[in-house]
């Protein structure tokens, strides 16, 4: 019976949200970004997101980045290759990264990986642009779980953190309030959890209402500002990966109480850490 009922209530749900009219969100903080990309059916959204948020947060000091995605795939040499963010940080620390006009995205498998990175006369390895674009320990993983001590650091026993990555663990209202002061700080914050929620549409745009249940780790996104809905309601604007197809040309807006209760970690510098 009660599964019926969680049923049914999920079929309400979805009528409800066919042909709802476009929300129109007042931004107060936006960061600057590269395109938006589509990472089709691969499961690189890990890569996406994190990759996206160096590129921003370099943007807003006046640094111009846009790096390859294709680059990590053709390193992994998978396409179905489930990880975090912090799995990012660490290929880029062995392997380096290129710029994306070095290995744009629409051509990474007909290439070999580069060599050496050109830049202002300049020769680099990989790994010598990667330092320069994200130094080792310059970010600092995040999470906000019960089943660990706070204020401490703890190894999420998940199936994407097969690395055995350590998260710095901090209640969830600490959690959001550092997301918070980060991106008024013009910070971009990569951010990891779940969005196998109702509240949860691409095809509007928006991640809001949700059960309470524990999240789930299936999606990254990088978060790039803040804005308010007609009510006056904070939510943070999510750079995605799926593409442009969507009322808000593929980011989305995501409500504050959705991103407190439905995050697996976050990712952010130090310096954003720390302010």
Request: glycine share 6%.
């Amino acid at each position: 019976m009660i599964k019926r009922l969680v049923y049914i209530l999920m079929v309400v749900a979805l009528v409800g949200c066919q042909n709802r009219p476009k929300v129109v969100f007042t931004d107060e903080v936006r960061l600057p970004m590269t395109p938006i990309k589509d990472q089709g059916n691969t499961e690189y959204c890990w890569a996406y997101a994190m990759l996206a948020t160096i590129e921003t947060e370099h943007i807003a000091r006046g640094d111009s980045v846009h790096l390859s995605t294709a680059y990590i795939e053709r390193v992994v040499k998978k396409r179905h290759l489930r990880a975090m963010g912090s799995t990012l940080l660490n290929i880029i620390g062995r392997q380096g990264i290129v710029p994306y006009d070095a290995y744009p995205d629409s051509t990474y498998h007909q290439l070999p990986r580069p060599k050496w990175v050109f830049m202002l006369g300049a020769r680099y390895t990989p790994q010598e642009f990667a330092h320069s674009v994200c130094a080792p320990g310059e970010y600092i993983a995040l999470t906000s779980s019960e089943d660990y001590p706070y204020n401490q650091y703890v190894v999420l026993d998940l199936p994407d953190n097969w690395e055995r990555n350590r998260f710095w663990n901090i209640p969830k209202d600490s959690l959001l309030a550092r997301v918070e002061r980060a991106i008024r700080n013009r910070h971009a914050v990569c951010w990891e959890g779940d969005t196998n929620e109702l509240g949860f549409s691409f095809a509007e745009g928006i991640a809001d209402s949700h059960f309470n249940t524990e999240p789930t780790d299936n999606h990254c996104m990088a978060i790039i500002g803040i804005a308010r809905d007609p009510h006056g309601r904070m939510f943070f604007t999510m750079k995605n990966s799926w593409g442009t197809n969507n009322p808000y040309g593929g980011l989305m807006y995501m409500s504050a109480p959705y991103l407190r209760d439905k995050t697996i970690a976050v990712y952010m510098t130090r310096e954003a850490y720390g302010q």
